[in-house]
């Protein structure tokens, strides 16, 4: 199980509610396609945010019970069909975060992160959530917490990655009390401090995962236990930058099909702490 790409996203998953599967699968290919339009190829940065413009016309053209444009009916085509499950709204916000991408800023703080991760992230546990009809507030602080998290554990992962793409997560913040430059970072340059500075920051996703943990083992059925995967398998992200002494400016750590086993019983054996 994969935590980057939306590749946590129970699409076509047997732990998914055949009535529900249309429409995850309908928010799985606006997202993916908004991100690949965002990240994909070798198109120069006017393009795509051309491309994402006409992309979020094409979403209020279907919002407002219109017809999209042909380039990317096939995705609206699935969305219009399950609009009236869906909150526009959180489809903008996902919108804006692709957008912000493009241009990324310098992080100042952890809040300025989390306000990132309150477009990129968090829309899509609401949105399922919506689905299964949960809208309480503690169900969507706590989903809130889990999307949040996976998006850090994916920052924290993808050093190797961002870093050649002059893409920066870490907060200016973080970096000052660990002594680390923006530049040590982007150019992927391990040091005992960047190791301790890992170190802090996978705690903090550490902790905003195990907060929300607890909506995993109140959701019903098939989705608590899709939730429990999802949860354990970002959990093991962060154990095995662990185990590599939070090395991954160096390598990127992945979770694979050998882990499975280890991940289905931690999901058998979940409590809210763990």
Request: aromatic letters at 8%; one cysteine or more.
């Amino acid at each position: 199980m994969s935590v980057d790409h939306y590749e946590n996203f129970p699409v076509a998953s047997w732990l998914c509610p055949p009535a529900l599967r249309p429409a995850v699968v309908a928010i799985y290919h606006f997202a993916r396609t908004a991100d690949d339009l965002a990240d994909e190829g070798t198109a120069a940065t006017a393009e795509r945010i051309r491309d994402l413009r006409d992309y979020r016309a094409d979403l209020l053209a279907v919002v407002a019970g219109g017809p999209p444009s042909s380039r990317w009916r096939h995705v609206y085509t699935l969305l219009a069909r399950e609009m009236h499950r869906l909150q526009p709204a959180l489809l903008h916000d996902l919108l804006d975060a692709f957008e912000q991408d493009l241009t990324p800023p310098r992080y100042r703080d952890r809040a300025h992160l989390l306000d990132y991760c309150r477009r990129s992230a968090n829309p899509v546990g609401r949105l399922l959530l919506g689905l299964y009809g949960v809208n309480d507030d503690a169900s969507l602080q706590r989903s809130d917490a889990i999307c949040s998290a996976l998006q850090l554990i994916n920052f924290w992962q993808d050093f190797s990655r961002d870093g050649p793409n002059g893409r920066l997560y870490v907060p200016q913040a973080d970096l000052e009390r660990h002594g680390v430059t923006a530049e040590d970072v982007l150019a992927c340059q391990d040091s005992t401090a960047a190791r301790a500075l890992i170190r802090d920051l996978c705690n903090w996703a550490r902790v905003l995962m195990l907060e929300g943990a607890p909506l995993a083992l109140t959701l019903r059925g098939r989705a608590g236990w899709e939730l429990r995967l999802v949860v354990q398998g970002g959990l093991l992200i962060l154990d095995k930058i662990a185990a590599n002494g939070y090395d991954s400016l160096l390598r990127r750590p992945a979770v694979g099909k050998a882990d499975l086993p280890r991940l289905i019983w931690r999901a058998l054996t979940m409590r809210a702490t763990s």
